[in-house]
C-alpha cells in the first residue's frame, strides 16, 4: 500500500505545494525565456538553437512515467518532488554557465546546454509529477478544481516575479551577472521547496500495515502496460494530448497574425499576449467554482467545465478565422480575450479530472497515470508550437491571402479542439460509470475505484478516485 498517514490537506498545505510550483517556475522561465533571449540578442546566435533546447527539454519529459513508478513504488511523493528540485536547479544554474560560456567557446557551451536541459527536463518530470500525484492524494474532491486553479496560479506568478525581478538584476547583462542571478534562483527555489514541503505529507504508512503482507511491486514496463490497459487511462492520455496539442499550437502564430492581419505593432502584439493570459486567469477562476456548492448551488462538475471549455475554445478559433477573412474592424482582442477564458477554463477543469482519476484502476499505479499524462502533456506541448508555425508557413506558401492562410490554419486548430469536447464527453461518462462501479465491491484483480467514503484506515489521506 503506498501513501501516507496525514489528514486531506486544507488550503494552507495546498498553498505551501503551490510554492513549490512557484519555484519551479521560476527556475523553468529563466531557461525558456531569458536565456533564449541571451542567446538571441546578445550572442547573436540563430532562435533555432533555443528553440531545440526547449524542445529537448519537453522530449525528456516523457520520462514522466518512469519517474511517477519509482514515487509509487517508494510509497512517498517528497524524495521525488526534493530530488527533481535539485536536478532542476543544478540544470537551470548549468544552462546559464552554458550560455555564458558560449561567449567564448560556442561548441563547448552548446554541448553543456543539451546536458543542462536535459536535466531541466527530468527535474521537472520528477518533481512535477509527484508534485500532481501528492495533491490528487491528498485533496478532497470538492477542493480539486480550486486547488488546481491557486496551485497554477501560484507557478504564474512565479514566472513573472521572477522575470521582472531578474529582468532587473541582469542590467547591465555580463556572463558573470547571469551565472550570479540563475544560482541565486535555483538556490531561493530549493530553500522554499525544502521549507514548503517540510511535514506536509507525513509518514509513509508500515510496509503490509493494512493488509499484513505487502504485494510485489511490478517492473515499470509491467506498471506502464497495466496502466495503458485500462479504457479510462488510455482514453484521458489522448484527450490530453489532442487538447493541448490545440491549446500551444496558436502559441508561435497568434503574434504574427495580429501584425501581418491587423497591422498590430511589435508592442501591441506583445501586449496582446497580455490580454490572452488574462482572460486565461479569468477562465481559472471560472473553472474553480467546478463542483463547488455556493447558497445550495453546484456550478457544474468537472467534465461540464472541461466539454464547454473546449467547445468554447473552438468557437473562438472560428472567430479567429473570421478575423482572418474579415480583417480590421473585426473585433479581434475580444476574440482573443474569449480564447483565453475559454482555454483557462477547459485546462483547469481538466486537470481537476486529471486529480480525480489518477486512483481510477490498480492501486498503487497514480505516479504511473499522472506520468503517462504528464508525458502526453509535454510531447504535445513540443510538438503544438513548432507544428502550428510549420502550418502557417505552408499555408503562406500555397494561398496568396496571409488572412486566409491563417484562417486555415485556426480552422484546423478549432477541430482539434472539437475532437477534444468529444473525447472530454467519453471520459466523463466513463468517470460516471466507475462512479457507480465503486459502490459495488471489487471483483478479479482489477480493483474497483474507491467510495467516496474510504475505509476508516484510508479516509485520512484518500479523496474521490479520479499536472508546462
Given at each position: 500500500m503506498?501513501?501516507?498517514?496525514?489528514?486531506?490537506?486544507?488550503?494552507?498545505?495546498i498553498?505551501?505545494?503551490?510554492?513549490?510550483?512557484?519555484?519551479?517556475?521560476?527556475?523553468v522561465?529563466?531557461?525558456t525565456?531569458t536565456?533564449?533571449?541571451?542567446?538571441?540578442v546578445?550572442?547573436?546566435?540563430?532562435?533555432?538553437?533555443p528553440?531545440?533546447l526547449?524542445?529537448?527539454?519537453?522530449?525528456?519529459?516523457?520520462?514522466?512515467?518512469?519517474?511517477?513508478h519509482?514515487s509509487?513504488v517508494g510509497?512517498r511523493r517528497?524524495p521525488?518532488?526534493?530530488?527533481?528540485?535539485?536536478?532542476?536547479?543544478?540544470?537551470?544554474?548549468l544552462a546559464?554557465v552554458?550560455?555564458?560560456?558560449?561567449?567564448q567557446?560556442?561548441?563547448?557551451?552548446?554541448?553543456?546546454?543539451?546536458?543542462?536541459?536535459?536535466?531541466?527536463?527530468?527535474?521537472?518530470?520528477?518533481?512535477g509529477?509527484s508534485l500532481?500525484v501528492?495533491?490528487?492524494?491528498?485533496?478532497e474532491?470538492?477542493r480539486?478544481?480550486?486547488?488546481?486553479?491557486?496551485?497554477?496560479?501560484?507557478m504564474i506568478f512565479?514566472?513573472?516575479i521572477?522575470?521582472g525581478?531578474?529582468?532587473?538584476?541582469?542590467d547591465?547583462?555580463?556572463?558573470?551577472?547571469?551565472?550570479?542571478?540563475?544560482?541565486g534562483?535555483?538556490t531561493?527555489?530549493?530553500i522554499?521547496?525544502?521549507?514548503?514541503?517540510?511535514g506536509v505529507?507525513?509518514r509513509?504508512?508500515?510496509?503490509?500495515?493494512?493488509?499484513?503482507?505487502?504485494?510485489?511491486?511490478?517492473?515499470?514496463r509491467?506498471?506502464?502496460a497495466?496502466?495503458?490497459?485500462?479504457?479510462?487511462?488510455r482514453?484521458?492520455?489522448?484527450?490530453?494530448?489532442?487538447?493541448?496539442?490545440?491549446?500551444?499550437?496558436?502559441?508561435?502564430?497568434?503574434?504574427?497574425?495580429?501584425?501581418v492581419v491587423f497591422?498590430f505593432?511589435?508592442?501591441?502584439?506583445t501586449?496582446?499576449?497580455?490580454?490572452?493570459?488574462?482572460?486565461?486567469l479569468?477562465?481559472?477562476?471560472?473553472?474553480?467554482?467546478a463542483?463547488?456548492?455556493?447558497?445550495?448551488h453546484r456550478?457544474?462538475?468537472?467534465t461540464?467545465w472541461?466539454?464547454?471549455?473546449c467547445?468554447?475554445?473552438?468557437?473562438?478559433?472560428?472567430?479567429?478565422?473570421?478575423s482572418?477573412?474579415?480583417?480590421p474592424?473585426?473585433?479581434?482582442?475580444?476574440t482573443?480575450?474569449?480564447?483565453g477564458v475559454a482555454?483557462?477554463?477547459f485546462?483547469?477543469?481538466?486537470i481537476?479530472s486529471?486529480m480525480?482519476l489518477?486512483?481510477v484502476?490498480r492501486?498503487?499505479r497514480?505516479g504511473?497515470?499522472?506520468?503517462?499524462?504528464g508525458?502526453?502533456?509535454a510531447?504535445?506541448?513540443?510538438?503544438?508550437?513548432?507544428?502550428?508555425a510549420?502550418?502557417?508557413?505552408?499555408?503562406?506558401a500555397?494561398?496568396?491571402?496571409?488572412g486566409v492562410?491563417?484562417?486555415?490554419?485556426?480552422?484546423?486548430?478549432?477541430?482539434?479542439?472539437?475532437?477534444?469536447?468529444?473525447?472530454?464527453v467519453?471520459?466523463?461518462r466513463?468517470?460516471?460509470?466507475?462512479?457507480?462501479v465503486?459502490?459495488?465491491?471489487?471483483?478479479?484483480?482489477?480493483?474497483?475505484?474507491?467510495?467516496?467514503r474510504?475505509?476508516?484506515?484510508?479516509?485520512?489521506?484518500?479523496t474521490?478516485p479520479?499536472?508546462?
Amino acid at each position: 500500500m503506498s501513501g501516507t498517514t496525514s489528514h486531506p490537506l486544507g488550503w494552507l498545505g495546498i498553498a505551501r505545494l503551490g510554492l513549490v510550483q512557484l519555484s519551479l517556475g521560476a527556475v523553468v522561465v529563466l531557461t525558456t525565456s531569458t536565456l533564449n533571449r541571451v542567446m538571441v540578442v546578445e550572442l547573436a546566435l540563430p532562435a533555432l538553437l533555443p528553440g531545440l533546447l526547449v524542445a529537448w527539454h519537453y522530449a525528456v519529459q516523457m520520462a514522466r512515467p518512469r519517474m511517477g513508478h519509482g514515487s509509487d513504488v517508494g510509497g512517498r511523493r517528497t524524495p521525488w518532488i526534493v530530488g527533481g528540485m535539485a536536478v532542476l536547479a543544478s540544470g537551470g544554474f548549468l544552462a546559464a554557465v552554458a550560455t555564458a560560456w558560449m561567449q567564448q567557446e560556442r561548441t563547448f557551451g552548446m554541448a553543456l546546454a543539451v546536458l543542462a536541459f536535459t536535466m531541466i527536463g527530468l527535474g521537472v518530470a520528477a518533481a512535477g509529477t509527484s508534485l500532481l500525484v501528492l495533491l490528487a492524494k491528498r485533496v478532497e474532491e470538492s477542493r480539486r478544481a480550486g486547488a488546481a486553479t491557486l496551485v497554477w496560479l501560484m507557478m504564474i506568478f512565479g514566472f513573472a516575479i521572477t522575470a521582472g525581478i531578474a529582468g532587473r538584476m541582469l542590467d547591465p547583462y555580463s556572463p558573470a551577472r547571469l551565472v550570479a542571478v540563475s544560482g541565486g534562483v535555483s538556490t531561493l527555489a530549493m530553500i522554499v521547496t525544502l521549507l514548503a514541503l517540510w511535514g506536509v505529507e507525513g509518514r509513509a504508512p508500515a510496509r503490509g500495515a493494512a493488509t499484513g503482507a505487502e504485494p510485489a511491486k511490478p517492473r515499470f514496463r509491467e506498471a506502464l502496460a497495466e496502466v495503458w490497459g485500462e479504457p479510462q487511462a488510455r482514453l484521458f492520455t489522448i484527450f490530453v494530448f489532442v487538447s493541448m496539442l490545440a491549446y500551444s499550437a496558436q502559441d508561435l502564430i497568434l503574434e504574427p497574425f495580429a501584425g501581418v492581419v491587423f497591422g498590430f505593432t511589435p508592442g501591441e502584439s506583445t501586449s496582446l499576449s497580455g490580454l490572452q493570459h488574462g482572460g486565461v486567469l479569468a477562465g481559472m477562476l471560472l473553472a474553480s467554482l467546478a463542483g463547488r456548492r455556493i447558497a445550495g448551488h453546484r456550478f457544474g462538475s468537472l467534465t461540464t467545465w472541461t466539454v464547454g471549455g473546449c467547445i468554447a475554445s473552438a468557437l473562438a478559433m472560428a472567430s479567429l478565422v473570421a478575423s482572418g477573412l474579415a480583417g480590421p474592424p473585426y473585433p479581434f482582442k475580444a476574440t482573443v480575450f474569449v480564447l483565453g477564458v475559454a482555454n483557462g477554463a477547459f485546462s483547469i477543469a481538466a486537470i481537476g479530472s486529471m486529480m480525480k482519476l489518477a486512483s481510477v484502476g490498480r492501486q498503487g499505479r497514480e505516479g504511473v497515470r499522472m506520468g503517462l499524462w504528464g508525458a502526453a502533456q509535454a510531447i504535445a506541448f513540443g510538438f503544438g508550437g513548432a507544428a502550428g508555425a510549420a502550418a502557417s508557413d505552408i499555408a503562406r506558401a500555397f494561398i496568396a491571402s496571409p488572412g486566409v492562410a491563417y484562417a486555415t490554419v485556426f480552422a484546423l486548430e478549432g477541430l482539434l479542439f472539437v475532437v477534444a469536447a468529444v473525447l472530454a464527453v467519453a471520459v466523463g461518462r466513463n468517470m460516471k460509470r466507475f462512479g457507480e462501479v465503486a459502490a459495488a465491491p471489487a471483483s478479479g484483480s482489477f480493483a474497483a475505484p474507491r467510495t467516496p467514503r474510504p475505509a476508516p484506515e484510508a479516509a485520512a489521506m484518500e479523496t474521490l478516485p479520479a499536472g508546462r
